[in-house]
């Protein structure tokens, strides 16, 4: 008797690891989307600052950004951007990380940007409404910025 039970025992262990793996992949398979539409976003995010589409960036953002920073706040730092650090020659996404929340799914980018002015960090962070990205913060960290 205590033999059978140690093999369902096992059985049952073997189960939930095979769960646990599977869980595995299609989270895995559901990041990988999530960041790919992240992505796509940062890149359009990058156009639309580079022709000066700065209120459309607002009206396009998360509700976690307008709460943040007023439509003036964000315009302003935006046009500092646009004006002391010029166009984006080039984008290398750093680092990424998908946050999975009952209030909604949060994406976290950062980026390597090379502008005509200079060199900068950048941090976005998207939140995840169906098929959309929605920007929910911008962070910019560069000396050209400050300096120009």
Known sequence: MNGLWLRGGNWCCSMRKLTAALVLV???CSMSADTKVAEEAVARFHTMLDAAQFEA???ESADELKKAATQEKLIALLEAVHKKLG???SSEKQTWNVNYHTSGTFITLAYATIFQGG???EQFVYRLQGADAK???YHINS???VLN
């Open 119 to 121: 060199d900068a960090h």
């Open 135 to 137: 920007l929910a913060g």
């Open 26 to 28: 299609v989270a895995g």
């Open 143 to 145: 000396d050209a910025l």
């Open 57 to 59: 960036i607002y009206a």
């Open 87 to 89: 166009p984006m020659k």
